[in-house]
């Protein structure tokens, strides 16, 4: 009778399942209600950087739980899961963790509890699929051989945390990759759309700060003063001809002024004005023409302006910086074939390099043998994304109060295209 039992449940399973079903997908398919419920979760309780140890927490129980060897408090708030299959290569999954200071307004019920708290990057739905990856490997284990390490990692958003997972031991304490590869949702593209670019994919991300210096005096006497907001708006009109008149057209850089600070009240000149200033560039070279002609402008607009040498301007270059994120051509290659084989061309399509920013960029650039990959995966909702006819000017962006992704399509999507890499990268 028993028998006759598993032979009738086989045949139901095999009547709901089309023939040509395929197993991942339909894994995937199965699991998405609890890794759902995992999202919802994550983005209810968002945690800035550095403070993920609620999100750390849940991701290293669930890799425990999937029988992978987990460390927490690496580099702060990281965690780093291992899963050691047999020989073979060494793979590297990547997850960020935190959250942005923003005040949420989607209206979903499952928005966030934390006042001026907010996952407005998505990277709640890294997470899950962070977890749905780790399930499927773990239960997939007779289809590879290798070894894969998961990392959640802290403070991405400051640029901060793949340095100091680096710094804490990431590459020696832990089995060394010779691949690494991680996603971020778009709002850039229709959910469950992978896009993939060849080459630099994200920029270099600088900040400096400028402080004009003058003197001081009565707004009604300006000759008896050197007005350093004079100074510094020459400064912010001339920056602008680094991009138009010194880079090459062909080359790509940004800077933008995003704080213009000075003075107290309408009458009087103030003794010195400041500026923070936002530079974006992709290759060494125009990165550092940028910084280099910043402090040239100031200090000639400043000269210009009868100031003397000791009162220049102080052009101050922030630590808290971020490379380009580099895709090495041969698993970008690789990848895009293996995701147009599985999802169809309709569903991958070759982005274009942005010049926001992503630490990822680390995890190449402390060994440049290693084959690095970061795609995206599309999250602006069907309906959403047909009434304005993709025109993205009309949509909410990453870092919005108003960016609510369609979580089911990103994460499905992201469990089925980093398992079948993981799976590609590992094959036996």
């Known amino acids: 009778m028993k028998k006759l039992t598993s032979l009738l449940a086989l045949a139901v399973a095999g009547l709901s399942m089309p023939a040509n079903a395929d197993p991942l997908e339909q894994a995937v398919k199965a699991d998405l209600p609890s890794l759902t419920a995992i999202y919802r979760d994550l983005h ?3 945690e800035l950087s550095f403070k993920e140890g609620r999100s750390a927490g849940i991701m290293a129980a669930e890799a425990k739980k999937a029988g992978f060897e987990v460390t927490t408090g690496v580099g702060g708030t990281g965690v780093v899961a291992v899963l050691k299959n047999g020989p073979g290569p060494v793979l590297l999954l990547r997850a960020d963790m935190d959250a942005l200071p923003v005040t949420e307004q989607t209206g979903l019920p499952y928005a966030s509890k934390t006042p001026g708290v907010m996952h407005a990057c998505g990277h709640d739905t890294h997470m ?3 977890i749905g990856t780790a399930r ?3 239960a997939m284990k007779d289809s590879w051989s290798g070894t894969l390490v998961m990392i959640g990692q802290p403070a991405e958003e400051i640029g901060s945390g793949a340095r100091a997972m680096l710094k804490d031991g990431l ?6 990759p010779s691949t690494v590869i ?3 949702d778009s709002a850039a593209l ?4 992978i896009g993939i670019v060849d080459g630099y994919a994200m920029a270099n991300v600088d900040s400096v700060d400028v402080l004009v210096k003058g003197e001081g005096g009565h707004g009604a006497y300006p000759h008896l003063a050197k007005d350093p907001i004079v100074i510094a708006a020459r400064i912010v009109t001339t920056l602008q001809t680094l991009i138009s008149r010194e880079t090459d057209p062909l080359e790509s850089g940004v800077v933008t002024v995003g704080s213009f600070q000075g003075g107290t009240k309408h009458n009087i000149i103030p003794p010195d004005a400041k500026l923070q200033i936002t530079v974006r560039s992709y290759t060494p070279e125009v990165r550092k023409h940028l910084l280099d002609g910043i402090a040239r402008i100031a200090k000639g607009e400043a000269i210009a302006g009868g100031m003397s040498d000791d009162k220049l301007p102080v052009v101050t270059l922030q630590d808290q910086n971020t490379p380009a994120t580099f895709n090495t051509h041969d698993i970008t290659a690789r990848m895009s074939a293996l995701f147009t084989a599985r999802f169809g061309k309709d569903r991958v399509v070759p982005a274009r390099a942005q010049m926001g920013g992503e630490d990822f960029s680390e995890y190449y650039l402390a060994d440049t043998s290693i084959q690095s990959l970061l795609l995206w995966v599309g999250g602006v909702r069907k309906d959403k994304w047909d009434a304005v006819k993709g025109d993205i000017t009309q949509l909410p962006s990453i870092h919005s109060p108003f960016w609510a992704p369609d979580a089911e399509a990103v ?3 992201a469990v089925e295209a980093m398992t079948s890499a993981s799976l590609a990268v590992l094959k036996k």
């Open 44 to 46: 209810t309780n968002p």
């Open 128 to 130: 899950a699929s962070w």
């Open 136 to 138: 499927r490997m773990a």
């Open 171 to 176: 590459y020696t304490r832990f089995p060394k």
């Open 182 to 184: 991680a996603f971020h």
């Open 190 to 193: 229709p959910a469950g759309t």
């Open 411 to 413: 994460i499905s999507t």
